[in-house]
């Protein structure tokens, strides 16, 4: 089983919620890319992984078009939030970013803007930040739970459901 998945489970344990629908896209297997839905929530999730030159955790956000080309996710056929777990030995955390924010940020992809195949994600342990990874980790921020040492129950309800 995907190391995401199992988090995103262990952390509904304790809940009413169930992770269903779960099914694997092939083209980013290397993120462990999922879509599922948790009650009639639709969420596509990523595991974020550490790069050895630079900070913070890296992700893509890609899919194939008609052609065979990558491109970035589009806001149209994009679930209702996108999930980025980090397993970083014994830090864990998620970032759970509505799409409407991704869409504000230049990430996903419309008409009128081509978005982005990739970001770096900054959790609350990372520190020693140059100015630019500061600015993305403060607006990240709102969206991340660390769960390295507990499970803060309703940030979990505030971040996966409203």
Known sequence: MLKSINLIKELLS??????????KEPQNMEYEGTTFTIN?????S???????????YF???WEKDVNQRNEAYAYSESPDKI???I?????????????????EKGILRTVDNKGKMAIRVY??????LNTSAKKTQAWQ???FMNVSNKIDRGRLTELYFS
């Open 40 to 44: 009639d929530t639709k969420y596509r």
């Open 83 to 85: 999930m980025i777990s």
């Open 59 to 61: 992700v893509v956000f």
């Open 141 to 143: 921020a709102p969206y």
């Open 87 to 103: 397993i970083d030995k014994d830090l864990k955390g998620q970032f759970i970013f509505p799409k409407s924010l991704l869409l």
């Open 46 to 56: 990523r595991l974020a992984k550490q790069t050895p030159k630079k900070d913070g």
């Open 14 to 23: 304790d809940t009413d919620y169930e992770i269903t629908n779960i099914l």
């Open 123 to 128: 959790p609350s342990w990372e520190k020693s």
